[in-house]
């Protein structure tokens, strides 16, 4: 029997890269795998999926089925993630057969917020003050320690707001508990924010790094609305959020590419929000803005490649596009491609729910600020 050990350190194309995942995200990451000249192998229980349907092969099955798991570690050369909720024995199953990278620890790390924040507080990176929920008693105590105003955020599988509940008095304690379901939560502090930024940070085989960043990042509904590259912090701010981006990888032991949020506070601090141990919705500008697209650096990285260069060719925007803007009829897509400096991007879903990312602009400007006005404007031109 073959192990991962067994494999070549660095791969060439024509290697088929594994994907546990098939959205938005596997479909990116499998166009630029195409544009290097390897080949994918998407898992998920999706069938008709974004990566799915341009990906050389997919095994449609859940990531619990330790056969098909396995079977689908023989077939490839590494195995990567397009998101963080696959199950860590799942990834802990391939690795018996193949290179996993990031591997079981880090994604052991970021699926639980508790253990999320404990892991940054160990290696003394700041982040909002917390503390663990597992009861309702434990709700109360929790919030006289931690103070209001504050957010209840569950422990495991909570994105895009979900899972959340704002905590402005003591009296919203029991409503918020039930919002939930009760499950083991975190608490976490308010903080007063002058802004969101992420970095994203590639480390190879050898632990070269590339970085992006800051990007500055707008939410709308607890959605990501609006990317904005570079953020407009100020250059010892974007020093020290790379320097935290720089620890994390090295402490997760990562291969691949990570994404750091932060909060920036009003007061100057950088607290970090969440990790994800896989390219970024904010780093979905870098496939227009940069000489290196997140996801290329993605399979540079996992296949032991030397690192692209991540400069910016002019300032960049993102806007997300989500499933409201199909609800009376198919957007226009024609006025905003019309745009000079705007490009359109879909990710081949065919049900367009609201909240729903069904897709991306990107825009080109002189200016972040430009940047931004312009993407906004070609999203509201759809369907205007």
């Not at 480390?203 to 990317?227: Q, T």
């Not at 390219?279 to 399979?299: K, Y």
């Not at 490649?305 to 009829?329: E, F, H, I, S």
């Not at 019309?338 to 897709?359: C, T």
Request: a negative charge.
């Amino acid at each position: 029997m073959p192990h991962a050990t067994d494999r070549p350190a660095n791969l060439l194309p024509g290697a088929m890269l594994g994907v546990f995942g098939s959205g938005q995200l596997g479909r990116m990451f499998a166009l630029a795998a195409h544009e290097l000249g390897f080949r994918v192998h998407v898992f998920s229980p999706e069938a008709d999926s974004p990566a799915g349907l341009i990906a050389e092969q997919e095994t449609i099955a859940d990531y619990d089925d330790r056969r098909a798991v396995e079977e689908f570690a023989r077939a490839v050369d590494v195995v990567t993630l397009e998101f963080e909720n696959v199950p860590v024995v799942a990834l802990e199953t391939a690795a018996a057969f193949v290179p996993v990278r990031p591997g079981p620890y880090a994604l052991q790390m970021v699926q639980d917020r508790l253990r999320e924040k404990e892991f940054l507080r160990d290696i003394s990176v700041a982040c909002a003050p917390f503390a663990a929920v597992d009861s309702l008693a434990e709700f109360r105590a929790a919030i006289e320690q931690v103070g209001l105003p504050a957010v209840l955020k569950t422990r495991r599988m909570g994105y895009d707001g979900k899972g959340q509940a704002a905590i402005h008095d003591s009296d919203d304690a029991e409503p918020a508990w039930r919002q939930v379901d009760a499950v083991p939560c975190v608490l976490e502090q308010f903080v007063d924010l002058r802004r969101e930024v992420s970095v994203l940070i590639a480390r190879g085989l050898d632990g070269a790094r590339a970085y992006y960043g800051p990007i500055a990042n707008e939410h709308s509904n607890h959605i990501l609305d609006v990317s904005v590259l570079p953020a407009p912090c100020g250059e010892a701010t974007a020093r020290q959020a790379v320097d935290v981006a720089n620890r994390i990888a090295d402490a997760l032991e990562v291969v691949g590419i990570v994404c750091i949020e932060f909060f920036e506070t009003t007061g100057g601090e950088l607290l970090v929000n969440e990790i994800a141990p896989r390219p970024h919705n904010s780093g979905h500008l870098t496939i227009d803005a940069c000489i290196t697209s997140q996801f290329e650096q993605q399979v540079r990285a996992i296949c032991g490649l030397p690192l692209g260069a991540t400069d910016p060719l002019r300032p960049a925007a993102m806007a997300n596009l989500l499933g409201d803007l199909w609800q009376a009829g198919e957007p226009a897509w024609h006025r905003a491609l019309a745009m000079s400096g705007v490009r359109l991007h879909l990710y081949g879903k065919r049900d367009p729910r609201p909240g729903r990312k069904m897709g991306h602009l990107t825009a080109l400007a002189d200016s972040p600020t430009e940047a931004a006005a312009l993407a906004r404007a070609a999203r509201n031109a759809l369907t205007s």
